[in-house]
């Protein structure tokens, strides 16, 4: 069951597929390590809107309880 605060999973894919190269999904997902990974690796390295594009379609492609249980429960930071 979906804790109330919990982020939602279409807000999460959007955030990610378009605005992926920020990582402002991972700090919805509470996962601010990745955050700031993405953050740095984007002007560095240049594939951040890359990652952040899969993930948001990952996320959009998992049901409303896997992506709790993977995201939200256990944590999951990439992918």
């Known amino acids: 069951m979906a804790e109330e605060n919990a982020p939602s999973r279409i807000v999460v894919a959007l955030l990610a ?8 999904h991972k700090f919805m997902l ?4 990745a955050g700031i990974i993405h953050v740095v690796a984007t002007p560095c390295f ?3 809107t890359l990652i ?3 993930e948001g379609i990952l996320y959009a492609l998992k049901s409303d309880e896997e992506f709790h249980q993977l995201y939200v429960v256990e944590k999951k930071a990439w992918f």
Request: hydrophobic share 50%; net charge neutral.
């Open 30 to 33: 509470g996962n601010s390590t």
């Open 52 to 54: 952040g594009f899969i």
């Open 17 to 24: 597929i378009f605005l992926g190269w920020l990582g402002i």
């Open 46 to 48: 240049g594939i951040g």
